[in-house]
């Protein structure tokens, strides 16, 4: 597969040779395929800090895709990463719980969604501060939070986040390789729609 013709580069090939001409339009083509892969399909993100624990660690490196979002919408369990709407030049690894028209309730220490109480296993340990909210998604808005609930930045103190913040949806992670696994949504959002 050629993606850029080098053609204009024949002095190079008369000079040094084929084999050099040759490396240089496989080099482009790498190039080329790997800024078309990191700024459309897929990137890499290191988890920085401890708020999605015990689900991702602090330093571990994940894969985010992009293109699902395009076709469908974000889905409530995901774990996407967001522009850090505080500090912009950041991201920030989260957790969809809610998505547009969706009510979340923290009532107890405990999230209920549209009134259902989230059994969430997947969380590091129950909300420490029983702070009481309810909280709307707006049209074109996520809400997210962290697992490790006590010890998150999220949507319970910047509101819901736009879907165009989303910098991508985490699929993979990947190193330390250890602990290697595909990212899926838990069992209690597959049959949420």
């Known amino acids: 597969m050629v993606f ?8 190079v ?17 790498v190039v080329i395929a790997a800024f078309f892969i990191i700024f459309f399909i897929a990137q890499s993100f290191i988890v920085d800090g401890h708020s999605m624990e015990p689900t991702l660690h602090n330093r571990e490196r ?5 293109i699902f979002y395009y076709f469908a919408g974000p889905r409530r369990g995901d774990i996407v990463v967001i522009k850090d709407p505080i500090e912009h030049n950041r991201y920030w690894v989260k957790r969809i719980i809610g998505v547009e028209g969706d009510s979340i309730e923290i009532k107890n220490g405990v999230v209920y969604l549209n009134g259902s ?25 996520v809400f997210v939070m962290g697992d490790n609930r006590n010890n998150s930045n999220d949507s319970r103190f910047v509101g819901p986040i736009p879907v165009n913040d989303i910098m991508g949806h985490a699929i993979l992670m990947y190193w330390p390789l250890k602990r290697t696994h595909i990212i899926s ?4 959002f597959l049959d949420r729609q």
Do not use: C, M, W
């Open 4 to 11: 850029l013709d080098v053609k204009g580069l024949s002095f």
């Open 13 to 29: 090939g008369n000079f040094l040779g084929e084999p050099l001409k040759n490396f240089l339009q496989e080099f482009a083509d």
């Open 62 to 66: 994940l894969i985010a895709e992009k």
């Open 117 to 141: 109480k989230l059994a969430e296993n997947y969380v590091a340990e129950p909300i420490a501060i029983p702070r009481e909210a309810t909280y709307e998604v707006p049209k074109g808005h």
């Open 185 to 188: 949504r838990p069992k209690i």
